[in-house]
């Protein structure tokens, strides 16, 4: 997959977390999309070198897939851990 597919893939990926996560974030849209964006790099990378499975050229695999989310989740609560009591509510 290209840069842009793997841009797509955590955009999408970032929906998928809010929605499994629902709450207030303190970077809101923007800031969960971001964190989406990196969680898909950062959810590939950790399943092609710590687990062995190798990402796939395809746009439609499931492990592709579950790998971002989970990637964009693991980032979206360590980034509520770290950043969550700096916006007033």
Avoid: E, N
């Avoid at 990196?38 to 395809?58: C, E, M, N, Q, Y």
């Avoid at 897939?65 to 990637?71: C, K, L, Y």
């Amino acid at each position: 997959m290209g840069i842009i597919s793997w841009i797509i893939l955590g955009l999408l990926a970032g929906i998928v977390a809010k929605v499994l996560l629902p709450g207030r974030d303190p970077g809101g849209f923007i800031g969960t999309t971001v964190i989406g964006i990196a969680g898909a790099f950062v959810g590939g990378w950790i399943s092609a070198h710590w687990l062995d499975r190798p990402i796939t050229k395809d746009f439609y695999d499931g492990a592709t897939w579950v790998s971002a989310i989970g990637g964009a989740l693991v980032l979206l609560i360590a980034y509520r851990i770290l950043f969550g009591h700096s916006r007033s509510r």
